[in-house]
């Protein structure tokens, strides 16, 4: 045997010849229609307080992946905008699926490739609002179907205990990183955690989740602060 007919890889699966054949893409048996290695998909968790970049980095992670030939899908739930779309304070938008209580992430994903889209990969904003099911349904499709999964979202909430969804998420990713992009609480040091703020005042009970916004005209509007003024209550000068 030469050394060169050694150092040839041997695919006892053969791909079928076709228009997009391309040897570089590897055995049939052990690559996606994406040319990935099956079975090299992840779930993948992103987090960090509000007004770190969290739908930003979404959006150009979708990007991205568009960029290089795959396709994907785009969910949300309860989006600033109140709609079904991803928003960012910076200005983009990007149209979503709107992920309701009902709706199984599986059942999305296989109900596009019945009809004949390529879903690759799944764009997974404002996870921390999503259900346990949806995150097991993150799950299941990654290790079933060789989906990938990029998911976004809060870590704690105005109690500064842990979402729901995002402690399955720590629990069962296989990535978990912060986003980089710095916060800082008004006095400067790094904003850690997001206070809920009613009548200028923080508050430490109530619903889970309630919408609000960052501007200090809104009814409920929510602030982050670090450890110190978070646990203090304290809010910084008034103009």
């Given at each position: 045997m030469t050394d060169d007919a050694a150092a040839t890889p041997i695919c006892l699966a053969r791909p079928l010849p076709g228009p997009d054949d391309d040897p570089r893409r590897g055995c049939a048996a052990t690559r996606g229609a994406d040319g990935r290695p099956l079975h090299a998909a992840a779930l993948r968790f992103f987090w960090g307080p509000m007004d770190c970049g969290k739908s930003t980095m979404a959006l150009q992670m979708n990007h991205n992946h568009a960029r290089q030939g795959r396709r994907g899908l785009v969910t949300t739930r309860i989006d600033r905008s109140l709609g079904p779309q991803v928003t960012t304070r910076i200005g983009l938008a990007h149209a979503?699926?709107?992920?309701?209580?009902?709706?199984?992430?599986?059942?999305?994903?296989r109900d596009a490739w019945a009809d004949g889209v390529r879903v690759d990969y799944l764009?997974?904003?404002?996870?921390?609002?999503?259900?346990?099911?949806?995150?097991?349904?993150?799950?299941?499709?990654?290790?079933?179907?060789?989906?990938?999964?990029?998911?976004?979202?809060?870590?704690?909430?105005?109690?500064?205990?842990?979402?729901?969804?995002?402690?399955?998420?720590?629990?069962?990713?296989?990535?978990?990183?912060?986003?980089?992009?710095?916060?800082?609480?008004?006095?400067g040091r790094e904003g850690l955690l997001n206070a809920r703020v009613i009548g200028g005042r923080v508050v430490r009970e109530g619903e889970q989740v309630v919408i609000g916004d960052t501007v200090d005209?809104?009814?409920?509007?929510?602030?982050?602060?670090?450890?110190?003024?978070?646990?203090?209550?304290e809010l910084g000068p008034r103009d």
């Open positions: 979503a699926i709107e992920v309701t209580d009902g709706l199984d992430l599986r059942d999305l994903v764009i997974c904003d404002e996870a921390s609002f999503y259900n346990l099911e949806h995150i097991e349904q993150m799950a299941d499709l990654v290790d079933n179907d060789d989906v990938d999964v990029y998911a976004f979202g809060l870590a704690t909430d105005f109690r500064s205990s842990l979402f729901p969804a995002a402690r399955r998420l720590f629990e069962l990713a296989d990535s978990v990183a912060r986003i980089q992009v710095e916060v800082l609480c008004w006095c005209t809104a009814d409920v509007r929510y602030q982050v602060l670090c450890r110190r003024h978070y646990r203090a209550g």
